[in-house]
């Protein structure tokens, strides 16, 4: 079965400044999916990124962009210019290109600091 | 902007008896999933639901478990008698579709909280 590990409960961050939040899986499959979900306190979890495995481009979204290394099998998130809404835990998830559900890491808790 | 809903936000319950846990997933979506979140760990699948039936489960999604589209609009989890280790936060999804650009959009959660 996929696992998706995230090794940081915990970051803070400056205002203005970058963090990278990190994100590792295991995977025998050669094409899957991997998304970042950020959840803002008391609210739903939203996409924030998403990636294809086939496609060796990391994607960006803004000031939200990864750095997906396959072989490593790690898919690290990294904000810039941080934000005080960027404040919220963030899920690493992985999806099979053949079924529907996530897997997901136990998630990271971003705190931006004023 | 569309958005899934949960409720209730917190549900209290007493061990070994039935709750009922109510999503309104995206009104256009047609596919409907469950999550759970026990605290302080990962957030696990329990069950995906498309065309009034049950897709996939995991194996947490045992017999104490059931899904059901009642109405065309409401999606519910029913867990027949509850147990202390099913506490925890659970998250409703949906989408349009199974592709990956078809996001799962998640619903607040409601917090289970077994006595």
């Known amino acids: 079965a996929q696992t998706v590990t995230q090794s940081q409960p915990e970051m803070s961050v400056q205002e203005a400044e970058t963090v990278t939040l990190s994100c590792t899986y295991d995977t025998s499959e050669s094409d899957y999916y991997l998304f970042w979900y950020k959840q803002p306190p008391s609210r739903q979890m939203i996409l924030v990124i998403r990636?294809?495995?086939?496609?060796?481009q990391n994607a960006t979204e803004n000031r939200f962009s990864v750095n997906f290394q396959k072989a490593a099998k790690s898919f690290s998130l990294k904000i810039s210019d941080s934000q005080l809404g960027d404040a919220a835990m963030y899920f690493c998830?992985?999806?099979?290109?053949?079924?529907?559900?996530?897997?997901f890491g136990t998630g990271t808790s971003l705190t931006v600091i004023p | 902007e569309p958005e899934v809903t949960q409720t209730p936000s917190h549900q209290v319950t007493q061990m070994g008896q039935e709750v009922i846990l109510r999503c309104v997933p995206i009104s256009n979506h047609l596919y409907f999933y469950w999550y759970r979140q026990i605290l302080g760990q990962k957030v696990e699948f329990l069950v995906s639901f498309y065309n009034n039936e049950i897709s996939e489960k995991s194996e947490i999604f045992d017999d104490q478990f059931s899904v059901e589209r009642p109405d065309g609009s409401n999606f519910t989890l029913k867990i027949r008698s509850t147990k202390l280790e099913d506490s925890a936060m659970y998250f409703c999804?949906?989408?349009?579709?199974?592709?990956?650009?078809?996001?799962?959009?998640f619903g607040p959660g409601t917090r289970l909280t077994v006595l």
């Open positions: 990636q294809e495995a086939y496609k060796q």
């Open positions: 999804a949906s989408n349009i579709g199974p592709g990956a650009n078809h996001e799962q959009f």
């Open positions: 998830a992985y999806r099979s290109k053949t079924g529907n559900q996530f897997y």
